[in-house]
């Protein structure tokens, strides 16, 4: 069952987010690290009730932000989705001892059922050019590559997607 994180869950939604680091870290994958994402980010998302996620046992095991914030580097691209009311995918996690069995794809699913029932038009995403799995995930998905983003610190670009839908 996918529901919304409140401020309670959020030292096992930190939690999460460190382990998910920290493996992506050991992997070579240079996504995410001590500074992103953070207790602001993850405090801010559980204020406004746009995170939302899977609990096993009481903690946090996989977790998505669903809302309408996007970075301002997504302004020059070359969106299909212009007139419309785009949602936008952040930081969608997997607890590494719950991968491959299907929670991600099950909370991509949750967000797009979500934004369709809100009414946006369409769903944009960022994903690490140098994490496969996450860019195989959203391509089999049926997400559309626009085109790249870059943020400090980070060695390779960021791979912009949208869906319409």
Known sequence: MIDVFTLADKKSVMALYRSVSGELQRQGIRQWDWLYPNGFVIG?????????????????????????????????????????????IHRLAVHPQHQGNGLGKRLLHFAEDTAQERGYSSIRLDVYAGNPGAVRMYQRAGYREIGEIRFPLRPLPYLCYEKLL
């Open 44 to 88: 801010a998302d559980l204020r406004r009730g746009s995170l939302f996620g899977v609990k096993a046992s009481g903690l946090a095991i996989a977790a998505v932000a669903l809302d309408d914030r996007q970075s301002a580097k997504y302004a020059p691209l070359p969106w299909s989705d212009r007139h419309g009311s785009a949602a936008c």
